[in-house]
């Protein structure tokens, strides 16, 4: 089963995915993948505490190993002047994000050997459904469909790029579980995983 957990941008869809990750792996499920949970900047305006994205962390799944992948582009960094240097920049993102740390979650994709119980993707966004870029790796495992390592996946897709990531996997998956963050989608997810 292909789950697609989708919605608008900063509702909550890698807090979600970190809580889904956190009670399979309690039932001894294990994870494979990566989580790109937000690097936030609290702050006060107007007596209220409010908080601002910064930049994207990378947490490869199931060992946890954390690294930055990306950061809001400033003002002054022109896109034209990211354009030569960087796929997050030729794919016209408002995210600097890190080449090398792409390379280096392609790697731990590509490493991947034994079946886990879910195959996680956090996410699969424009560079890689517009441009083929990115997350190559996963992508490759996912055109896969389930072959054996992973008989289930949950990939994040923004609402904007839904379609076209059901067009690309459906044929591979089959017709996909669109899903958003709720309490009820983590019951149903475990409970695809981990039938009673």
Request: charged share 20%; with cysteine.
């Amino acid at each position: 089963m292909l789950f697609v957990l989708t919605g608008n941008i900063q509702i909550g869809k890698s807090r979600w995915l970190n809580r889904l990750v956190e009670r399979l792996e309690d039932a001894g499920v294990e994870c494979f993948g990566v989580v790109t949970p937000g690097i936030w900047e609290a702050f006060t305006e107007n007596g209220e505490k409010c908080y601002r994205k910064l930049g994207i962390n990378a947490v490869l799944l199931p060992q946890k190993d954390t690294e930055v992948l990306g950061m809001k582009v400033e003002p002054a960094e022109s896109p034209e002047s990211l354009a030569s240097r960087t796929q997050s920049a030729s794919a016209d993102l408002a995210w600097s994000i890190s080449d090398a740390a792409i390379e280096r979650v392609n790697k731990h994709f590509a490493s991947s050997q034994a079946a886990a119980g879910l195959l996680v993707i956090d996410e699969v966004g424009r560079m890689e459904l517009n441009h083929n870029q990115g997350f190559t790796e996963a992508l490759s495992l996912l055109d896969a469909g389930p072959s054996g390592r992973y008989e289930h996946a949950l990939i994040v897709v923004r609402s904007g790029l839904l379609e076209k990531a059901i067009e690309r996997f459906s044929p591979a998956w089959g017709k996909p579980k669109i899903i958003h963050p709720t309490n009820e989608n983590i019951s149903l997810v475990h409970q695809t995983l981990l039938p009673s």
